[in-house]
């Protein structure tokens, strides 16, 4: 069964620095996906960037950038600038790709407060 | 328009009550699914639901029971309930055919139990 690490509970960073979330998954397969989901005390989930296991580029999205090395199944995300509004739960989460699979398992999250 | 709407956001109920929520998507997904997030922010699957049809039941107590009368709608009703059952309930949908497959999410349903 696939599982997803979040080793780091919590993190803070200063506004306007660059701070790096870890993720590590567990898995057999060759083909999947892997998301972060950012939480902000609103409770809604929203998707921050996502990327495709196939894809050796690393996806980009604005201020945010992952660091997906797929050899060593890691899958960080890269928060550019922060911002006051970056301040939220973020949890990375692995879908597996084979037969459109239709579950999508998540880790523990990391909560990111940004001092300002 | 909101895309995935839950109904209602916060219920509060006593132990042995029997509740139902509600889940309805807009984007003309085909997959919807129940998760559940404890105390500790964890998200666990519960349930998923590709047009109608069950296909993803995890682990969880007879109690809950998903009812998905079209592939727009996905509720959850939960009988005799207990303590550990207070949590937030979340509403998912995504389309199995896209590329990632990626979920889009209601904004919870936070139960109490009492």
């Known amino acids: 069964a696939q599982t997803v690490t979040q080793s780091q509970p919590e993190m803070s960073v200063q506004e306007a620095e660059t701070v790096t979330l870890s993720c590590t998954y567990d898995?057999?397969?060759?083909?999947?996906?892997l998301f972060w989901y950012k939480q902000p005390p609103s409770r809604q989930m929203i998707l921050v960037i996502r990327?495709?296991?196939?894809?050796?580029q690393n996806a980009t999205e604005n201020r945010f950038s992952v660091n997906f090395q797929k050899a060593a199944k890691s899958f960080s995300l890269k928060i550019s600038d922060s911002q006051l509004g970056d301040a939220a739960m973020y949890f990375c989460a692995y879908r597996s790709g084979l037969g459109g699979g239709d579950k999508i398992i998540f880790g523990k999250g990391t909560r990111l407060h940004i001092l300002p | 328009d909101t895309a995935v709407s839950q109904t209602p956001k916060y219920l509060v109920t006593q132990m042995g009550n029997d509740k139902s929520i509600k889940c309805e998507q807009n984007?003309?997904?085909?997959?919807m699914y129940w998760y559940k997030q404890d105390s500790k922010k964890f998200l666990k699957i519960m349930f998923s639901?590709?047009?109608?049809?069950?296909?993803i039941n995890e682990t969880v107590p007879n109690r809950f029971s998903p009812k998905s009368p079209d592939k727009a709608h996905l509720n959850l009703h939960i009988n005799s309930l207990e303590l550990g059952d207070s949590a937030v309930y979340f509403c998912?949908?995504?389309?199995?055919?896209?590329?990632?497959?990626?979920?889009?999410f209601g904004e919870g349903s936070r139960l109490t139990v009492l």
């Open positions: 998912a949908s995504s389309r199995r055919t896209s590329v990632a497959g990626e979920l889009f």
């Open positions: 990327q495709e296991a196939y894809k050796q």
């Open positions: 639901y590709n047009n109608k049809e069950l296909i």
């Open positions: 984007l003309g997904h085909d997959t």
């Open positions: 898995t057999s397969e060759s083909d999947y996906y």
